[in-house]
């Protein structure tokens, strides 16, 4: 048998020319795919994003309190119906806004109406009062019996407490105003227990009720407080 040899000669400045040309037209393709990608990203968002930064800075200046702002409406695809949402959402929340500036407005008259009725009707029921009590005080510098300095002291006692619920009354305004002051005198609890027991004795009496009042001794004479209210 005979063999056969056959040896191909190829030029290695021509395999490399190939890959050369391979390695160039790979780059173009990764150039190529890049530039596209990057004007569909600028396209997308000229198309989308953009018409939403009118939005989101209308937003900002509603939530700093620029309620009647509102953004214009440019076409009919999604970002228009957006906007067109955004704008009835916006003037929801300023006709909101607005009731609530009027409703805040009827309730502070309403409340400065009732502050100026109470501090008339104090002072008016508070005068004759007064002259009540006083009347009272320059009667029992004369000369009564027991029972009729006690009934003197009772009605005495019932003035002043009618007075500490009128001045109550006007304690309910002050605190809805913020302006409530309570007081820190030196007094006798058992002077204001006995006070107020005196000043309910009669009517408990008329049932048959006998009133007694205990203060523990170990409680201090002297303490520091709001005795009227308390």
Request: proline content about 3%; hydrophobic content about 45%.
């Amino acid at each position: 048998d005979q063999s056969i040899s056959i040896f191909l000669k190829i030029d290695e400045s021509i395999l490399i020319r190939k890959r050369e040309e391979r390695l160039f037209a790979g780059i173009l393709l990764a150039i190529f795919t890049v530039a596209l990608s990057t004007t569909l990203i600028v396209i997308v968002m000229q198309r989308y994003l953009g018409p939403l930064l009118p939005l989101t800075t209308a937003a900002e200046t509603i939530a700093s309190g620029g309620y009647s702002t509102r953004v214009e409406t440019i076409g009919a695809n999604e970002v228009g119906r957006l906007e067109i949402a955004f704008n009835k959402m916006a003037e929801g929340i300023q006709e909101h806004v607005e009731d609530l500036a009027v409703a805040r407005d009827v309730a502070d008259n309403a409340l400065k109406a009732k502050g100026e009725f109470l501090a008339t009707m104090s002072h008016e029921i508070r005068t004759p009062m007064n002259g009540v009590i006083g009347m009272a005080d320059l009667l029992s510098q004369s000369e009564l019996t027991e029972d009729q300095r006690s009934m003197l002291n009772t009605i005495r006692d019932s003035g002043n407490s009618l007075l500490t619920v009128i001045n109550d009354i006007l304690d309910f305004s002050k605190i809805e105003a913020g302006k409530l002051d309570i007081e820190s005198v030196p007094f006798s609890m058992s002077d204001v227990i006995e006070g107020a027991a005196a000043t309910i004795s009669p009517n408990a009496s008329r049932k048959n009720v006998q009133i007694v009042t205990y203060v523990d001794p170990n409680i201090s004479q002297t303490l520091f407080g709001d005795p009227v209210r308390l």
